[in-house]
């Protein structure tokens, strides 16, 4: 693992950390993230689970715990996100991934401010995490697919750019 020092300190929300990218992944109240560095995690007291990048087994095992979220509603849910990525089908591929960010950071925002309020309850909570993780999930395949496309239809600079574009981490 190579660490590379971006800057100085940085004033985390708890502590001064060093810009230095050595990626962990952290859980704080179900999230898994990845964080810079062990002290922007700590910073955020977050339980470090591994000293590199997350991947989707462990957003797909904190799926598997929820207890709030009935299958009935998981179905549902499904249901509704799979006719909305229908929709979307008819537009390119960066143009789906483009709203997909921008519907992504809404689910965000409304979680980030139900915080802040106190009427963040589990319920809400895990039909918030549910929603990220399918749109995440979509995101992720949009992206696969647009690296398998064969180079002769779209130019490595091109896809480059565009995955570059819709980076959300």
């Known amino acids: ?3 590379v020092l971006v800057g100085g300190f940085v004033k985390a929300e708890t502590m001064m950390c060093y810009e230095v990218y050595a990626p962990v992944c952290g859980v704080k109240s179900w999230i898994t993230k990845t964080y810079s560095n062990d002290c922007f995690a700590k910073a955020n007291w977050a339980t470090i689970l ?7 087994l462990e957003k797909y095992n904190m799926i598997k715990k929820m207890k709030y979220i009935t299958w009935d ?4 849910v499904d249901k509704a996100i799979d006719t909305y990525f229908k929709k979307l089908s008819s537009k390119t591929i960066p143009e789906q991934l483009n709203i997909l960010q921008e519907k992504l950071q809404k689910i965000q925002q409304v979680k980030a401010k139900l915080q802040q309020a106190w009427k963040l309850n589990e319920v809400i909570w895990e039909l918030l995490f549910y929603l990220e993780f399918k749109f995440e999930e979509k995101i992720n395949n949009l992206k696969s697919s647009l690296w398998n496309t064969s180079s002769e239809t779209v130019s490595q600079d091109l896809l480059q750019s565009v995955l570059q574009e819709t980076s959300w981490e």
Do not use: D, N, P
């Open 73 to 76: 509603t998981q179905k549902m």
């Open 1 to 3: 693992m190579s660490l």
């Open 50 to 56: 591994h000293m590199w990048a997350c991947t989707w």
